[in-house]
């Protein structure tokens, strides 16, 4: 990797362009560590969701909610560049960090997902076991110092080394789903991203893995800056700073289309919604 | 409705449907029983070829399995039935197959499950599933009219190049003709990669997307995530996969008869003329009676052990290394 922190190209090259601006009707805790301007993500000629724009401030939880099928977990995987391995799959617009566009020609994508991690909906550790799961990011990325402090930093970040230390050379899959959602927290923390993208992290776990989840976001944000995907709206009230509130819409062509239709601080999103969408979304008279 | 309610109308509904348990237990049967035959058939080869070759084994005692001498017509004294050269052949031509056979198969298969792009891979996979269905005797003779003398001056500089090494240099001794293991290894290679690409690619496409998306997640590059999410879910499969084409290069016959060079003959040169089990068999059974078709069934016999040996020695490798590697499940 080149010197420049901010520098996502396999080229000792600098790409910055101007700092992002702000949505509107927002109020920013400081400059937001990423921004989308204008943001469509195709699949071939389908355009599945439309010209987003919305800031992701820094150490702070986003949110993304709303019904299934408009395009929140689309947007998510754009913002570390997943969708590229889909074949068809290309965007338009800006998706800026730090300013920079994620998607400029010399743009390295190993280099974007190494500084924005991804946890996934259904937890998915390697079948290896615990202490390999944590590694197998450090070696990857050419971590150098101890190996061991650097696997136990990171179970401990994710508030699983207590309940794993005395079997870190265990498979990860003998663990319980919540344990091994909190390994691959872990697995996406030890390689020291600025941003994590979780897309329905808590979707297929019990109330209690779900509180102990929603807890470390809330200890995570003083490191890290967290985008979450969620149906649960009460999880995006309790554990989000800013909520961003998708729709799926049908154009005069009769294509469904994603479509961000409310940005706010989540307080103001749930009490007192500007769009008439949101609030029958948000009191159960939609979706 | 009420499970108490006595009427005969609501009983029948509860009790066994008669045509559909009837069929249950027909389908049953049905799968216990080609089970079974399979079993049954198993043992009954097992049982025929020993006491057919029973003859052979009363005479040349655990010699049979340790003497390198197949002299079936002697001009003085008793026949001799020696294995092990023909082991050995058997041995060491599969051997040079995998090694060639392996790494290709392995590499055509990461391309069509995780490179190729969609339109491609179709036409890919009839190509290779249409070298599956050459018959033997086809590459037989392709190998020896065409590959044996082309590569002699392959071997022959091979043998110029290296044959002075120190221990490496005998693998690649003086070269006496096109017809030898290394031959017989090339054309077993062509004819295992079909299968073991095929069920390769199988294996490789049941690592799930979540694997895939959590190593790239973490900043993999492709073969990085090749080695960290698509390698150790499969290893044991691809394993499987191996000792098929394994199984088949052991047991391949007349395309190895054509190109080996049919001699008794136990020579770390990859150069030297050699004979297989399988070939052995096809080459002599014709012409033989008594004690030595006892000891061509003998060969038979051996090359079935050898065969099974070797499966459950690669089960006991990969329980091992699955269990390594995912780290003990308790």
């Not at chain 1, 893995?209 to 967290?226: H, Q």
């Not at chain 1, 309790?238 to 819409?249: D, G, I, L, P, W």
Request: glycine share 10%; net charge neutral.
């Amino acid at each position: 990797m080149a010197s420049n922190d901010t520098d996502l190209t396999t080229r000792p090259s600098v790409t910055v362009h101007a700092p992002g601006s702000t949505a509107s009707g927002v109020e920013p805790t400081g400059a937001p560590v990423m921004q989308l301007r204008d943001v469509s993500v195709y699949y071939g000629s389908y355009e599945a969701v439309r010209g987003t724009t919305m800031p992701i401030q820094q150490n702070q939880v986003t949110a993304m909610i709303g019904p299934s099928g408009c395009g929140k977990s689309t947007v998510l995987r754009a913002l570390n560049r997943m969708n590229d391995p889909i074949p068809g799959a290309r965007v338009s617009g800006d998706v800026l960090f730090h300013g920079q566009d994620l998607y400029a020609r010399d743009v390295d994508p190993i280099q974007v997902r190494r500084r924005i991690g991804m946890v996934f909906q259904k937890p998915n550790p390697f079948p290896k076991s615990i202490y390999d799961n944590v590694a197998y990011g450090l070696r990857i990325n050419g971590i150098k110092g101890r190996l061991d402090d650097h696997v136990e930093e990171a179970l401990t970040k994710a508030a699983l080394w207590d309940e794993v230390k005395d079997k870190v050379r265990k498979s990860a899959l003998a663990l319980s789903g919540g344990q091994q959602q909190r390994l691959c927290i872990a697995r996406t923390i030890a390689v020291k991203p600025e941003v994590i993208l979780m897309d329905e992290p808590c979707s297929a776990l019990d109330p209690i893995a779900t509180a102990k989840i929603e807890d470390l976001m809330f200890e995570l944000t003083s490191d890290y800056t967290i985008v979450i995907v969620t149906h649960n709206m009460q999880q995006a009230a309790r554990v989000s700073h800013y909520t961003a509130f998708f729709t799926a819409e049908v154009d005069d062509k009769q294509v469904r289309h994603g479509r961000l239709v409310e940005f706010s601080q989540t307080g103001k999103l749930f009490t007192n919604p500007t769009d008439k969408r949101t609030e029958d979304y948000i009191t159960g008279r939609f979706g | 409705m009420t499970l108490t309610n006595k009427t005969p109308a609501s009983r029948s509904a509860l009790a066994q449907r008669g045509g559909s348990a009837l069929g249950d237990r027909v389908f049953s049967w049905w799968t216990l029983g080609t089970g079974l035959l399979v079993l049954a058939i198993l043992g009954l080869i097992l049982i025929t070829t020993v006491r057919e070759a029973w003859p052979a084994f009363d005479a040349m005692g655990p010699r049979f399995l340790t003497e390198r001498i197949w002299d079936p017509n002697p001009a003085t004294g008793e026949a001799i039935f020696g294995a092990l050269s023909f082991a050995y052949g058997t041995a060491i031509s599969s051997l040079i197959a995998l090694l060639f056979a392996v790494p290709v198969s392995v590499g055509i298969a990461l391309f069509l499950t995780e490179l190729a792009p969609r339109r491609l891979r179709g036409p890919a996979v009839t190509v290779i599933d249409l070298l599956a269905a050459v018959p033997s005797v086809v590459f037989g003779l392709w190998g020896i009219l065409v590959v044996a003398p082309a590569m002699v001056p392959v071997y022959q500089g091979l043998h110029d190049l290296l044959g002075g090494v120190p221990v490496l240099g005998r693998l690649f001794g003086p070269v006496s003709s096109g017809r030898n293991f290394m031959t017989a290894g090339l054309i077993l290679a062509i004819m295992i990669t079909p299968i073991v690409t095929s069920i390769t690619r199988e294996v490789f496409s049941t690592v799930p997307r979540a694997d895939k998306d959590a190593a790239l997640a973490l900043g993999a590059t492709r073969w990085e995530m090749i080695r960290g999410a698509v390698f150790p879910h499969s290893f044991g499969g691809v394993v499987g996969a191996v000792m098929l084409g394994l199984g088949r290069a052991m047991g391949e016959t007349i395309a190895v008869a054509l190109v080996i060079g049919g001699a008794t003959n136990i020579s770390a040169n990859l150069f030297a003329p050699g004979n297989s089990m399988a070939a052995v068999i096809v080459q002599q059974f014709g012409e033989s009676t008594g004690t030595f078709t006892a000891a061509l069934i003998g060969l038979g016999v051996v090359l079935f052990a050898m065969t099974v040996l070797i499966n459950v020695l690669a089960q006991t490798v990969v329980r091992r290394a699955e269990a390594r590697m995912k780290g003990s499940v308790a």
